[in-house]
């Protein structure tokens, strides 16, 4: 089953370890509110505060949070097309307005996405279904254009070259959408994390239930992205075969966009 671009490998051996020394009182009690072991391990690997951590049950919640705070009727959401078929369906469950702009050429950010200056914006970088991703620069010109909050939906970064986290210091208004679905192979335990200025994380807590991520997640997420040798070692071997399905692909004359994610968008010849 391919369109959800899962993770065709094992998750880290660390979180059957992690699983394997819970005591009887683990499950008893309510699950920590704010994350805390998480926010810890993820504060360290991204050099970031703790505080600046928002987690949620798949980055799916904290896209459905973030239309939450930031949304309503007079207030749309916008993005570039094609793109994360999710998008849409938050806004229009609260009847808000969605505002869809085609992919500038080559996939680059298009002009008049600055000009709806939406409340939400969201850019998916790597996109899906394309694969194609917008440099650090151009981004930040984006953020620096809007009023309003720019997500980077970053669901694919762990397999692309570079990334946008750089931006959540420089920028009041960018947040950073990652999930441990894709590069960590736990599409199963719903985990995602978000990464922003603390005005804009404050106001996702507002939000969220108290005790939004259980235990278990909160156990093993923790164990994953603290392994970050195995995390790496998978990385490596899926940029290796997405070189190598390209290169065939592209023997066999498939038109193909060059890919930053865990998936080429490519077409056969002839159409
Ligand atoms: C997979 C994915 C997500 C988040 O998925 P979760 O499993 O909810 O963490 C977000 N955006 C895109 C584009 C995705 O493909």
Redesign the pocket.
């Given at each position: 089953k391919i369109n959800?671009?899962e993770n065709p490998y094992p998750p880290s051996p660390k979180v059957y370890d992690a699983l394997a020394q819970l005591n009887d009182q683990a499950l008893r009690r309510y699950p920590p509110v704010l994350w805390d072991d998480f926010r810890q391990v993820a504060a360290k690997v991204h050099n970031v505060d703790p505080e600046m951590i928002i987690c949620?049950?798949?980055?799916?919640?904290l896209?459905t949070i973030l239309v939450r705070c930031c949304c309503d009727d007079t207030r749309p959401l916008a993005y570039p097309v094609p793109?994360?078929s999710?998008y849409p369906i938050l806004a229009k469950i609260q009847d808000n307005p969605v505002i869809e702009i085609p992919w500038g050429k080559d996939y680059s950010i298009p002009n008049a996405l600055v000009e709806t200056n939406a409340p939400l914006t969201i850019l998916?970088n790597p996109?899906?279904p394309t694969g194609t991703m917008v440099e650090l620069d151009e981004v930040k010109k984006l953020a620096d254009a809007l009023d309003g909050v720019l997500v980077l939906?970053e669901?694919?970064v762990d397999f692309a070259a570079g990334n946008c986290l750089p931006l959540v210091q420089q920028c009041d208004n960018v947040l950073i959408?990652r999930?441990?679905?894709?590069g960590y192979s736990l599409?199963g335990i719903?985990?995602?994390y978000a990464i922003a200025p603390l005005r804009i994380i404050e106001a996702m807590i507002k939000v969220k239930d108290s005790y939004n991520v259980n235990f278990l997640t909160q156990k093993i997420a923790t164990a994953a992205l603290s392994d970050r040798e195995y995390f790496q070692e998978i990385r490596q071997k899926i940029c290796e075969i997405r070189q190598f399905l390209t290169t065939k692909l592209a023997n066999l004359n498939f038109k193909i966009i060059p890919s930053d994610a865990n998936f080429v968008f490519c077409s056969p010849p002839g159409g």
């Open positions: 959800t671009n949620g049950n798949g980055g799916d919640e896209l793109t994360y999710l998916c996109n899906a939906d669901a694919y959408l999930s441990m679905s894709k599409a719903r985990f995602g």
